[in-house]
T-cell receptor, first 113, second 112 residues
């Protein structure tokens, strides 16, 4: 049981480039989400999904795009990378019922130069 | 707007020296309060969920407690392997909301 798997682990982008952070879970969780973690600011929600075909914005959605075509996968797209998007990104998932444990992936370290 | 404040920001303890970490929160209605442990270069690892005031949960040297305004993570006789950043998060009880609002964490260092 792999849990929540994120790729790549590390990535360096140039300003203006686009890329996709991949997230997959094998726990049949309906709820998936993306957070970013910056020093001194805690984890902040970017986008989330309550099931295949359904996505919504979190606290800091600008510059990011998501889709949910399957239950297992929830990719995060950076459309035109900016230095302000340098951060650590975490994907998380849980069963649909609120109050259930939310499990996190190992993180993707992104640097935009 | 939900707010979560953790204190202290950093804590250094000698091995065996018990202490507590604080998480104070402001939320219109609490569905759950979560504690996570995060090691350097890793994702948050789930520790506890507390749902109502007065609830307590324990795991090895850790015990989490909850009141209507704050939660404490008590660490009894810590060991160096307990060194990590401890994160607190709240989940609001409004509709189907599942997202977590996190505090900034307490970085715990336990010295041998």
């Amino acid at each position: 049981n792999a849990g929540v798997t994120q790729t790549p682990k590390f990535q360096v982008l140039k300003t203006g480039q686009s890329m996709t952070l991949q997230c997959a879970q094998d726990m049949n969780h309906e709820y998936m989400s993306w957070y970013r973690q910056d020093p001194g600011m805690g984890l902040r929600l970017i986008h989330y999904s309550v099931g295949a075909g359904i996505t919504d914005q979190g606290e800091v959605p600008n510059g990011y795009n998501v889709s949910r075509s399957t239950t297992e996968d929830f990719p995060l797209r950076l459309l035109s990378a900016a230095p302000s998007q340098t951060s650590v990104y975490f994907c998380a998932s849980s069963y649909s019922t609120a109050g259930n444990t939310i499990y996190f992936g190992e993180g993707s370290w992104l640097t935009v130069v | 707007e939900d707010q979560v404040t953790q204190s202290p920001e950093a804590l250094r303890l000698q091995e065996g020296e018990s202490s507590s970490l604080n998480c104070s929160y402001t939320v219109s209605g609490l569905r759950g309060l979560f504690w996570y442990r995060q090691d350097p270069g890793k994702g948050p690892e789930f520790l506890f969920t507390l749902y109502s005031a007065g609830e307590e949960k324990e795991k090895e040297r850790l015990k989490a407690t909850l009141t209507k305004k704050e939660s404490f993570l008590h660490i009894t006789a810590p060991k160096p392997e307990d060194s990590a950043t401890y994160l607190c998060a709240v989940q609001e009880a409004s509709g189907s909301a599942r997202q977590l609002t996190f505090g900034s964490g307490t970085q715990l260092t336990v010295l041998p």
